[in-house]
């Protein structure tokens, strides 16, 4: 068996990506305990928040099966718009999720974009991950979204954030009858 | 097993304001439907703008049935069934793009965009004598009319013309669809089809956007977070004074009029849209004088089509695929000749609006949901739906056609049309006595 390869570059990539493993799964936490105001702090202030569509393409026109950035989605959002999405949810008579939804958010096959070994202050990444969204509400009603996450992280203060997320649905007709949580 | 002769009046009673739950939620009734109306009626298949070049095409839907609408090489329009006449696969699977011929996976029948059937494998060995291929063409729809970039089609060719469908409700188009300063600019769409499953009755979105303005409470939230585009109060701006207004032909539709004396300001966070609707107010008054400030807001053009011509301006089809479910459509419309930031302006103030993320329409579909599903119980059957407000209020108003009540503009009169339009097709065999019951007011 080979030794190890523990370079101060490998030490240091497996440090951000326990760091970033770590974050994510806080993410998740927070939203499904429903501690919205926390989640925002997660946030830069100018963060794009997007989730475009899916469509039925030939494989010749594969790289269309997502929509663009200047066509429809299912979200595009700024941090005003996802401040008032939280603020929507705390009246207490936003009925789509009200009474509260049962979410849960599973996390996985994280991946660097490219292979770096730390992440100083102010410097961006790119990760890509799985997500699988689960919810239910009321009695019966459940819903399954999977798919993949693209977030680029930057280092503000210290700690990470997100600066933009683009969330790929595996669903063109959408079957979830609308999107109350976030992803 | 319900009888088919005049059972349908029985179960709307719009004189007393009384429906029976039945007609949500039976299937019976449900199939019923299918057959009466949605092969009957005109419906919503999509707009020029998704099919501008010869050979471009786009799939939708009428009622549950695929349908493919496309601009042949000779620059016709056409809307087809997308069922192979062999064996009946979908010949085209993809939801929109350009091509020469559908070809069908299954046994390889190829139709040209104009539907004629061109290839059949083994056509000069395996048919003897050969068949004529020009009688297994796609089934196209009886009629086609573009009205204003909306493409629209029946399977009746009996059916009035599409105008006369519409009748009065012809003037919520003229100045609801129009670009904004009411010249000949045109719309267009923004792009793609949001897509999504709704469980409930198909009726429920057509009667709720047809000018149910009782329904404040559901968007309660959405008004405390001031989602409007100019972020001061509520989640639209200043749209004036409400009229509602119902048509014998089954549609029914909420406008607004705005005082034409008054400046506009529309869009206040956005400084450049703001400056665009302006200057389109300004050309409006020129344009369209007396009739300037009046708008339609939202409304139903019977069975399933849905539109809201101010804030947001968005086109939805409810396609039935079930008595019990429901597919929303929804697209979005601007000026075409509006600049490039304003159209992703109003994007992304229609997408936080509307659609299943929307933070108005999200309220929406988990009232459908419910409402549906407690209604099909079996004592929950036993009793009607209430809808008696505004009853024998409906008068006429100085410029907007149609049966109107104003001030104040709760009223159900909307919806009893609907209904009585939605019996009329389930009782009425023929076009003629279709068109004669226009005469009796709901």
New interface residues.
């Given amino acids: 068996m080979a030794k190890p390869d523990l370079t101060p570059e490998r030490l240091g990539y497996l440090d951000l990506m326990r760091e970033i493993e770590d974050f994510f799964y806080r993410e998740a936490d927070l939203l499904d305990e429903r501690e919205y105001d926390e989640w925002l702090d997660l946030l830069t202030e100018d963060i794009v928040y997007w989730m475009p569509l899916r469509k039925n393409v030939s494989f010749e026109n594969r790289s269309k099966d997502i929509t663009a950035e200047n066509d429809l989605a299912w979200f595009h959002d700024d941090k005003a718009t996802l401040k008032k999405r939280v603020k929507q949810i705390q009246t207490g008579v936003h009925w789509a999720d009200e009474p509260i939804s049962r979410v849960s958010h599973l996390i996985t096959n994280i991946r660097l974009a490219e292979p770096i070994s730390s992440l100083g202050e102010g410097e961006t990444t790119m990760t890509k991950c799985r997500f699988i969204v689960y919810r239910n509400r009321v009695e019966d009603e459940t819903d399954f979204l999977v798919g993949r996450r693209e977030d680029t992280l930057v280092r503000v203060n210290g700690s990470l954030r997100i600066a933009r997320r683009k969330i790929i649905l595996d669903q063109s007709v959408l079957l979830a009858k609308n999107l109350t949580m976030f992803f | 097993m319900r009888s088919r002769s005049s059972s349908a009046h029985n179960l709307v009673d719009t004189a007393n304001g009384e429906i029976s739950r039945e007609i949500f939620v039976n299937e019976e009734i449900y199939e019923q439907e299918k057959e009466r109306i949605f092969t009957r009626a005109w419906l919503y298949v999509g707009h020029e703008s998704q099919i501008r070049k010869n050979g471009d095409y786009f799939v939708s839907k009428m009622g549950e049935e695929s349908v493919i609408l496309t601009r042949d090489f000779a620059g016709k329009v056409h809307v087809f069934l997308n069922s192979c006449a062999h064996r009946g696969m979908k010949v085209c ?5 350009n091509t020469r011929a559908f070809r069908c996976p299954y046994h390889a029948w190829t139709y040209k965009t104009d539907g004629t059937l061109i290839g059949v494998q083994d056509y000069e060995s395996a048919y003897q004598p050969p068949f004529d291929k020009s009688e297994w063409g796609l089934v196209e729809v009886a009629q086609l009319a573009n009205y204003m970039g909306t493409i629209w089609a029946t399977w009746d060719k009996d059916a009035p013309p599409f105008e006369d469908y519409l009748g009065e409700a012809k003037f919520a188009f003229d100045h609801g669809l129009c670009a904004w300063d009411g010249g000949d600019g045109g719309t267009e769409l ?10 409930c009755n198909w009726k429920f979105i057509a009667e709720n956007f047809s000018g149910d303005w009782l329904h404040g ?2 968007h ?3 008004d ?4 409007g585009p100019s972020g001061e109060v509520g989640r639209r701006d200043d749209f004036g004074q409400l009229v509602v207004t119902a048509y014998p032909e089954g549609h029914g539709i909420l406008y607004s009029v705005y005082p034409n004396k008054e400046t506009r300001i529309e869009y206040a966070t956005s400084a450049v849209t703001s400056e665009y609707y302006q200057r389109c107010w300004e050309r409006r008054l020129k344009n369209r004088g007396e009739l300037a400030g009046t708008c339609p807001l939202v409304g139903t053009i019977f069975p399933n089509m849905s539109f809201h011509a101010q804030q947001p301006r968005t086109l939805l089809v409810s396609h039935p695929t079930g008595a019990n479910e429901t ?1 929303m459509w929804r ?2 419309f601007v000026d075409s000749e509006a600049p ?1 930031e304003v159209k ?1 302006f109003l ?2 103030y229609y ?2 609006y509307s ?3 929307g ?1 108005t ?3 929406d ?3 459908w ?2 409402a549906h599903a407690a209604s099909s119980g079996t004592i929950a059957r036993r009793r009607p739906y209430h809808y008696k407000a505004g009853l024998g209020r409906g008068g006429a108003h100085a410029v907007i056609p149609g049966v109107v009540t104003e001030d104040p503009i709760t009223s159900e009169q909307n919806p009893r049309y609907f209904y009585k339009r939605w019996a009329e097709y389930m009782d009425t065999g023929s076009w003629d006595e279709l068109l004669d019951a226009r005469k009796i007011r709901a």
Avoid: C, H, I
């Avoid at chain 2, 699977?93 to 793009?97: F, H, L």
């Avoid at chain 2, 923004?190 to 469980?199: E, F, I, R, T």
């Fill in positions: 699977r993809y939801d929109e793009g923004l792009g793609s089809v949001q897509k999504w499953k709704v469980p409470v559901s309660r939230s959405v405390m977070v001031r989602l597919e697209t979005y490039e992703q994007r992304d997408m936080r659609g299943p993320a933070m329409e999200q309220d579909m988990e009232n949901n419910y």
